[in-house]
């Protein structure tokens, strides 16, 4: 198997083939993502530590970018999904899917929509469960062979009938106070190991091994107070055979016959209540037979990593909800966890207005009164009528002057490289200077206002960017300059 697969190239992968897949996909990020990646969610309940996008908070996690489903030849780009970490296999989890329109600060990529539903298998279908699959699994003895081994009532003796029925009585009263033990240690397990949260596999095999014993171990009572009415059966025959064969020339037992009667008579009346009292746990029976068969069909491989793959989108944002439920009884596991994932390719080309600030001096050129001395004032006022016109002159200079100069521009940026500012951490709560900075090549055209004329001038140079905002370092050229008159 390749080290970098997808699900797409492996469309029926087993859970464990699945698990093994995603764990080597990097970790979604916030603004750069590669494909494909996983989200993963921790689902214990204290911070676990992550990789270099910083810790993993319980039940939570921060928002992705995803790159833009595209399908370039047999490897699809857009590929996500969400690994559950430190989770449980008695709970199912499903994600639900709602795309938006991008609110984000991020080009929308124009592409193919694809609204596949991400799914989770149902829970596998159950194997037979009754007595003697837990019975013979434990290597105990059968009901019958229980039965069979008891000892023959000798029908000629009342005394050892009598004696067969006290221990008949005392026996299911024992046997019904052992079951009523039993389905408490089962509750016991049921609240120490039915968890949702889970440290390692070894921890989910021992609680699964718990949650057997204690079944196995309520079944068994079951089977041995079932016993008890095939002995009351015996008890009747060895009673009947006595009043047949060693009553009538026996008269003087008549009256312990009688009481044997009445003793076995009593004694059937306690074993019918305690069976109506056991006739009220079967709502106890139930869950037990329910968690019998889920545990039984459990596959290790998702005892506590579970995949949620993610359905494709492109240029949407796509509100991610994980919702978990108990396996058997289905009630929430505890509130759903929610994520925004924005299905956004990160901008390479950009297309901005902006100021050139050039240290080309600025110089404007201009018709100026020229110098016009006392003197010069002086002898024109002297000139005879009729002389050529006399007075100040006329002189080309400077109307402004400055070392450095301010224009208005428009720049197209290649973004050669996107990578982390410095200073931003993934997952935190905001970024007011920024997340995603860059570096690339730029070039642009300004309208100069000191040329005097519409005339175009240039920029070339190199960029850094964070987020929208770009500082460009590089050269002006193209500036002239025309006689403004």
Same mark, same amino acid.
């Given at each position: 198997?390749?080290?970098?697969?997808?699900?797409?190239?492996?469309?029926?992968?087993?859970?464990?083939?699945?698990?093994?897949?995603?764990?080597?996909?990097?970790?979604?990020?916030?603004?750069?993502?590669?494909?494909?990646?996983?989200?993963?969610?921790?689902?214990?309940?204290?911070?676990?530590?992550?990789?270099?996008?910083?810790?993993?908070?319980?039940?939570?996690?921060?928002?992705?970018?995803?790159?833009?489903?595209?399908?370039?030849?047999?490897?699809?780009?857009?590929?996500?999904?969400?690994?559950?970490?430190?989770?449980?296999?008695?709970?199912?989890?499903?994600?639900?899917?709602?795309?938006?329109?991008?609110?984000?600060?991020?080009?929308?990529?124009?592409?193919?929509?694809?609204?596949?539903?991400?799914?989770?298998?149902?829970?596998?279908?159950?194997?037979?469960?009754?007595?003697?699959?837990?019975?013979?699994?434990?290597?105990?003895?059968?009901?019958?062979?229980?039965?069979?081994?008891?000892?023959?009532?000798?029908?000629?003796?009342?005394?050892?009938?009598?004696?067969?029925?006290?221990?008949?009585?005392?026996?299911?009263?024992?046997?019904?106070?052992?079951?009523?033990?039993?389905?408490? $240690?089962?509750?016991? &397990?049921?609240? +120490? =190991?039915?968890? %949702?949260?889970?440290?390692?596999?070894? *921890?989910?095999?021992? !609680?699964?091994?718990?949650?057997?014993?204690?079944?196995?171990?309520?079944?068994?009572?079951?089977?041995?107070?079932?016993?008890?009415?095939?002995?009351?059966?015996?008890?009747?025959?060895?009673?009947?055979?006595?009043?047949?064969?060693?009553?009538?020339?026996?008269?003087?037992?008549?009256?312990?016959?009688?009481?044997?009667?009445?003793?076995?008579?009593?004694?059937?009346?306690?074993?019918?209540?305690?069976?109506?009292?056991?006739?009220?746990?079967?709502?106890?029976?139930?869950?037990?037979?329910?968690?019998?068969?889920?545990?039984?069909?459990?596959?290790?491989?998702?005892?506590?990593?579970?995949?949620?793959?993610?359905?494709?989108?492109?240029?949407?944002?796509?509100?991610?909800?994980? $919702?978990?439920?108990? &396996?058997?009884? +289905? =009630?929430?596991? %505890?509130?759903?966890?929610?994520?925004? *994932?924005?299905?956004? !390719?990160?901008?390479?080309?950009?297309?901005?207005?902006?100021?050139?600030?050039?240290?080309?001096?600025?110089?404007?050129?201009?018709?100026?009164?020229?110098?016009?001395?006392?003197?010069?004032?002086?002898?024109?006022?002297?000139?005879?009528?009729?002389?050529?016109?006399?007075?100040?002159?006329?002189?080309?200079?400077?109307?402004?002057?400055?070392?450095?100069?301010?224009?208005?521009?428009?720049?197209?940026?290649?973004?050669?490289?996107?990578?982390?500012?410095?200073?931003?951490?993934?997952?935190?709560?905001?970024?007011?200077?920024?997340?995603?900075?860059?570096?690339?090549?730029?070039?642009?055209?300004?309208?100069?206002?000191?040329?005097?004329?519409?005339?175009?001038?240039?920029?070339?140079?190199?960029?850094?960017?964070?987020?929208?905002?770009?500082?460009?370092?590089?050269?002006?050229?193209?500036?002239?300059?025309?006689?403004?008159?």
């Amino acid at each position: 198997m390749a080290q970098d697969v997808g699900t797409v190239r492996y469309p029926n992968p087993t859970p464990q083939e699945l698990r093994g897949i995603v764990e080597r996909w990097p970790e979604c990020d916030e603004y750069l993502s590669k494909s494909p990646c996983k989200v993963t969610i921790n689902m214990s309940n204290v911070p676990e530590p992550g990789d270099s996008h910083g810790p993993l908070m319980p039940h939570a996690h921060w928002d992705v970018q995803v790159p833009p489903f595209i399908t370039l030849k047999a490897t699809p780009r857009g590929e996500a999904a969400i690994l559950l970490k430190n989770s449980s296999p008695f709970m199912a989890c499903t994600v639900a899917a709602t795309p938006t329109a991008p609110t984000r600060d991020l080009s929308t990529n124009v592409g193919s929509l694809l609204t596949a539903v991400g799914t989770i298998g149902a829970v596998p279908a159950a194997v037979p469960f009754g007595p003697e699959a837990l019975v013979q699994s434990d290597s105990a003895l059968t009901l019958q062979e229980r039965v069979a081994a008891l000892p023959p009532l000798p029908a000629s003796d009342i005394e050892a009938i009598q004696q067969s029925i006290d221990r008949l009585g005392q026996s299911a009263n024992t046997d019904y106070d052992a079951i009523q033990d039993a389905y408490r $240690s089962f509750r016991t &397990a049921v609240r +120490k =190991d039915w968890k %949702f949260t889970f440290s390692s596999d070894v *921890a989910v095999a021992n !609680a699964i091994d718990d949650l057997k014993n204690t079944i196995r171990a309520v079944q068994r009572r079951l089977d041995v107070f079932a016993g008890v009415g095939l002995q009351l059966d015996q008890i009747d025959a060895a009673l009947a055979q006595f009043q047949k064969d060693t009553l009538p020339s026996r008269p003087d037992l008549a009256q312990k016959f009688r009481d044997a009667q009445n003793h076995l008579i009593a004694t059937k009346a306690r074993i019918a209540l305690l069976k109506d009292h056991l006739s009220d746990t079967s709502d106890k029976r139930k869950l037990m037979v329910q968690i019998w068969d889920f545990l039984s069909n459990l596959d290790p491989a998702t005892f506590t990593e579970q995949v949620l793959p993610m359905a494709y989108f492109s240029g949407k944002q796509v509100t991610e909800t994980i $919702s978990c439920k108990d &396996a058997i009884t +289905k =009630d929430p596991a %505890f509130d759903n966890i929610v994520f925004t *994932a924005y299905y956004e !390719a990160v901008p390479h080309l950009d297309l901005s207005v902006g100021a050139i600030a050039s240290l080309l001096g600025g110089r404007q050129l201009a018709t100026t009164t020229g110098p016009f001395t006392p003197g010069q004032a002086a002898s024109c006022a002297g000139a005879a009528a009729g002389s050529p016109p006399c007075g100040p002159t006329s002189v080309l200079g400077y109307k402004g002057r400055s070392s450095y100069q301010f224009m208005p521009g428009v720049f197209v940026e290649w973004r050669m490289a996107n990578f982390h500012c410095p200073w931003a951490k993934n997952g935190a709560p905001w970024h007011p200077a920024g997340y995603v900075c860059s570096v690339g090549l730029a070039g642009g055209v300004a309208i100069n206002p000191n040329n005097g004329g519409p005339a175009a001038e240039f920029f070339e140079g190199l960029s850094f960017g964070i987020q929208r905002f770009a500082i460009m370092v590089g050269v002006h050229n193209g500036r002239y300059q025309d006689y403004g008159g």
